[in-house]
């Protein structure tokens, strides 16, 4: 069970350019998400997902786009890359709420993060 | 609006104390969840503990407990007899749950917990 699979690990861009990065669960998750870690700043919400076809903005969307066509995919893509958009980012998914809405069982599960340099 | 604030950037702790990590949150809604999670120095999301809003007892899970103050809106992780592989980064999160399915997570700015020999 390979769990939350982000790739690539590390990536190095110029300004302007875009890439995907890309972010695969194989847990039947219908909530998927994108955070990006910055110092002091603690994790911050990019977009989320709560099915196919369904997504909607976090805390700090702008210059990031996502899609979700299937259940196990969620890629986040920076159309025109800037110095700012610099950092760690994470993938991660969970049961939809409505699923268990009081339990452990909503808890996130991480991929292993994707770590981007905008020179 | 949901908001979680860890007021704590960084502590030094003596091996073997216990350690509070404080946690404070804001939201309207009802119904909703706590947890932590632990970042190693090698990046990964470690799971820790998870306190449902209307639940009556605070959570335990092994070292870690969370002492959940509902009328103070704070969620501090107790860590009992630290360990030096306690040394991390720990975040506090919180999920809305009563108002909608598509409910996100989010998360504090994180306290660096640092244990002494």
């Known amino acids: 069970n390979a769990g939350v699979t982000q790739t690539p690990k590390f990536q190095v861009l110029k300004t302007g350019q875009s890439m995907t990065l890309q972010c695969a669960q194989d847990?039947?998750?219908?909530?998927m998400s994108w955070y990006r870690q910055d110092p002091g700043m603690g994790l911050r919400l990019i977009h989320y997902?709560?099915?196919?076809?369904?997504?909607d903005q976090g805390e700090v969307p702008n210059g990031y786009n996502v899609s979700r066509s299937t259940t196990e995919d969620f890629p986040l893509r920076l159309l025109s890359a800037a110095p700012s958009q610099t950092s760690v980012y994470f993938c991660?998914?969970?049961?939809?709420?409505?699923?268990?809405?009081?339990?452990?069982?909503?808890?996130?599960?991480f991929g292993a993060g994707s770590r981007l340099t905008v020179l | 609006a949901q908001k979680i604030t860890q007021t704590q950037p960084g502590m030094f702790v003596q091996e073997k104390e216990a350690v509070t990590l404080d946690c404070t949150y804001d939201?309207?809604?009802?119904?909703?969840?706590l947890f932590w999670y632990k970042q190693p120095s090698s990046g990964e999301m470690i799971f820790l503990i998870y306190?449902?809003?209307?639940?009556?007892q605070n959570a335990t899970e092994g070292r870690y407990s969370l002492n959940f103050q509902k009328a103070r809106k704070s969620a501090n992780l107790v860590i009992s007899a630290s360990q030096l592989g306690d040394s991390a980064m720990y975040f506090c999160?919180?999920?809305?749950?009563?108002?909608?399915?598509?409910?996100?997570?989010?998360f504090g700015s994180g306290t660096r917990l640092s244990i002494r020999p």
């Open positions: 991660a998914s969970s049961y939809a709420v409505d699923r268990a809405p009081l339990s452990g069982a909503n808890v996130l599960t």
């Open positions: 847990m039947n998750h219908e909530y």
């Open positions: 999160a919180m999920r809305d749950i009563g108002y909608s399915s598509a409910s996100k997570i989010i």
């Open positions: 997902s709560v099915g196919a076809g369904i997504t």
């Open positions: 939201t309207s809604d009802p119904s909703y969840g």
């Open positions: 306190q449902g809003s209307y639940d009556q």
